[in-house]
């Protein structure tokens, strides 16, 4: 099985490669810091493992549109973030498990392997906010996959610009999820928006 893992902390992908090198099945065959411009670079591998940061997002959003359905390159997030809205928006983007960098490597083989088979791998804390979310029966409070990538990359630093860049859409219609955002939120200004998403732990 063919492996690529993108992580910003390269003790953290050191680590991950001689874990995964000691398997017989399993190999690394390349590694970035960052998800900019891998599109190409992830289309002939099994698996890319992805750290959940800010351009996660978008690159399982790139890969979403190219890869055929049940079909390679699967993605696994090893990720810090360990708030249950950060695990069902990666999910909603593509995702096919997601999992915490505390877990043993015991637990990230195994959904390694699981997920190459064409299955599907989620936190069991989390697992239940999860199947009513990607059922839509998170009620009508819930950030919905556009919004939170919105205020994902918005709290992330970018402008509204760049943010229309990276999901392809026009500067006016981000800004009508930054206005949907604020009203659904009850907040009121840009300052309040990147408050509740440090307070929520979208970005640290």
Do not use: W
């Amino acid at each position: 099985m063919r492996i690529f893992l993108v992580d910003c902390e390269p003790i953290f992908r050191e680590g991950l490669k001689t874990i995964i090198g000691a398997e017989h099945d399993l190999t690394v065959v390349g590694e970035a810091d960052n998800c900019r411009d891998l599109l190409e670079a992830t289309r002939n591998v099994d698996l890319v493992i992805l750290d959940g940061e800010l351009d996660s997002i978008v690159l399982l959003t790139s890969l979403q549109k190219t890869r055929s359905r049940g079909r390679p390159p699967f993605v696994l997030i090893l990720t810090k973030h360990n708030e249950e809205q950060h695990a069902v928006q990666m999910l909603k983007a593509g995702a096919d498990g997601y999992l915490y960098k505390s877990d043993p490597p015991e637990k990230v083989l195994n959904a390694i392997r699981k997920i190459v088979k064409g299955g599907k791998y989620v936190p069991s804390d989390v697992a239940e906010t999860v199947i009513f979310a990607m059922n839509g029966l998170n009620g009508s409070s819930r950030l919905s996959h556009r919004e939170y990538q919105v205020l994902y990359l918005f709290a992330s630093g970018m402008g509204m610009s760049e943010i229309a860049e990276h999901l392809s859409l026009s500067v006016k219609t981000v800004s009508t999820y930054r206005f949907r955002l604020l009203e659904k939120l009850n907040l009121k200004s840009n300052a309040q928006l990147m408050r509740y998403a440090f307070k929520q732990g979208m970005v640290q």
